[in-house]
C-alpha cells in the first residue's frame, strides 16, 4: 500500500529535478500526478515515461489563468485535488546594488506569485473535500542570508512567511500547509555548470556537517512526508533538507570539526 493511494496531487516545475523526483515517488506511492511546468518537451517524456497514473499541463506558474486550467483539468477528471506541491523557481545571481528591478520583480512573480496563486487556486477545492495538503518549496535561503542572491531569498523568505498565514487560513478547514527548505541539492539551479559531485564537494560543501550537495530525491522524500497521512498532524512547519547546513559551518582546524 502506498502512502498516497488514490490521490491526486499537482506538482509545479515537475519536468526535471526536484519535481520530477517528486512527480516520479508520488506515482511510486499510489498518487496520479499533474506534472506542471514550462518545459514541455521534457515534461511530456517524464508523463509518458510515468504512464496512466501522471500527465503534463503547461504551467508559468506566475499567470492565474494557467493556475484555473490546471484546477479544471483535475476537477473534471477527477472531481478535485488532494495534494500540491509549489516546486517551481528561478534563480538570479548578482550582487543587490546590480541587481534591477525587473530582475527582482520577475524572481517574485515565479517564486512567490507562483506559490501564492497556487494556494490562491487549490485551497478551495481542498477545503470543499475538508482535506488536502500543500507542500511549499522554500529554500535554505529563505533561512539566513546570502550574498548575491538578494532577489531569490527575499523570494524564499516570503513564501516562508506565506506557508505561516496558509497554515493559520486552512488548517482548520482541514488542509495542513507547511514548507521545505533545500540546501544545495545537485540540480540544474543548484549545480549549474554540471561539475562532478566529488568536485562540488570538496570546493563547497567542506563547511556542511554531511559534507556533501543532496539529491533531488532527498527532497522528494521530504514532499511525501509532509503530503502523506504520517504527518497528519503536522502544519504550519519548516523542514530543511540541507545536511546540516542551517546548523552551522565548521571552524577548521578546531575540535569537533572533520579531520
Known amino acids: 500500500m502506498g502512502k498516497l493511494d488514490g490521490k491526486v496531487a499537482v506538482v509545479t516545475g515537475g519536468a526535471r529535478a526536484m ?9 511510486a506511492e499510489g498518487a496520479w500526478v499533474l506534472i506542471a511546468d514550462v518545459l514541455d518537451d521534457a515534461g511530456r517524456a517524464l508523463a509518458q515515461a510515468l504512464g496512466d497514473a501522471a500527465s503534463f ?8 489563468a494557467g493556475w484555473a486550467r490546471v484546477a479544471a483539468d483535475c476537477v473534471d477528471r477527477f472531481g478535485g485535488v488532494d495534494v500540491l506541491v509549489n516546486n517551481a523557481g528561478i534563480l538570479k545571481f548578482g550582487a543587490l546594488v546590480d541587481t534591477s528591478l525587473a530582475d527582482l520583480q ?9 506559490c501564492f496563486l497556487g494556494m490562491k487556486t487549490m485551497a478551495p477545492i481542498m477545503m470543499a473535500k475538508g482535506r488536502g495538503a500543500i507542500v511549499n518549496i522554500s529554500s535554505i535561503d529563505g533561512m539566513k542570508g546570502a550574498n548575491s542572491i538578494g532577489a531569490y531569498a527575499a523570494s524564499k523568505w516570503a513564501v516562508r512567511g506565506l506557508t505561516k498565514v496558509a497554515a493559520l487560513e486552512f488548517g482548520h478547514r482541514g488542509v495542513r500547509v507547511n514548507s521545505v527548505h533545500p540546501g544545495g541539492i545537485d540540480t540544474p539551479m543548484g549545480n549549474p555548470r554540471g561539475m562532478p559531485a566529488a568536485e562540488m564537494n570538496a570546493l563547497h560543501y567542506k563547511g556542511v556537517p554531511l559534507q556533501r550537495m543532496g539529491e533531488s ?3 522528494a522524500r521530504a514532499s511525501l512526508f509532509l503530503a502523506s497521512d504520517d504527518a497528519s498532524y ?7 533538507v540541507d545536511g546540516g547546513w542551517t546548523a552551522g559551518h565548521y571552524y577548521p582546524g578546531y575540535p569537533g570539526a572533520p579531520v
Open 19 to 27: 519535481g520530477a523526483a517528486t512527480a516520479r515517488l508520488f506515482v
Open 57 to 64: 499541463q503547461h504551467l508559468d506558474v506566475s499567470e492565474e
Open 106 to 114: 520577475r524572481v517574485l512573480a515565479v517564486n512567490v506569485g507562483g
Open 217 to 219: 530525491m532527498e527532497v
Open 234 to 240: 503536522i502544519n504550519g512547519a519548516e523542514l530543511t
